[in-house]
């Protein structure tokens, strides 16, 4: 029978507690599947900066938007404001 290993890379948080919650039925899932011709191990790794790739596009999408937003309903006065948007 061969052997293999699954490496998971997860986000902390929720995806962290669903993988622990499956992880004891994962191998044997994956043994059915490989109609038990291979034994599996399944290992985690927690990784705080999986999945945050795609949000922070995002975020800075929305900061930026509100940023611009803000800039137009900002007082002249403001002079600060707009030379730090300028320098961007």
Do not use: R
Request: charged letters at 25%; proline letters at 3%.
């Amino acid at each position: 029978m061969n052997k293999k290993i699954l490496g998971l890379v997860v986000s902390p948080g929720e995806a962290e507690k669903k993988v622990n919650t499956l992880i004891d039925m994962i191998p044997c899932a994956l043994k059915e599947v490989s109609q038990n011709t291979e034994e599996w191990q399944v290992q985690t790794i927690v990784d705080s900066l999986t999945g945050s790739a795609e949000s922070i596009n995002e975020i800075f999408q929305k900061i930026n938007a509100h940023t611009k937003k803000m800039l137009g309903t900002l007082p002249l006065e403001s002079q600060t404001y707009q030379y730090f948007m300028k320098a961007k």
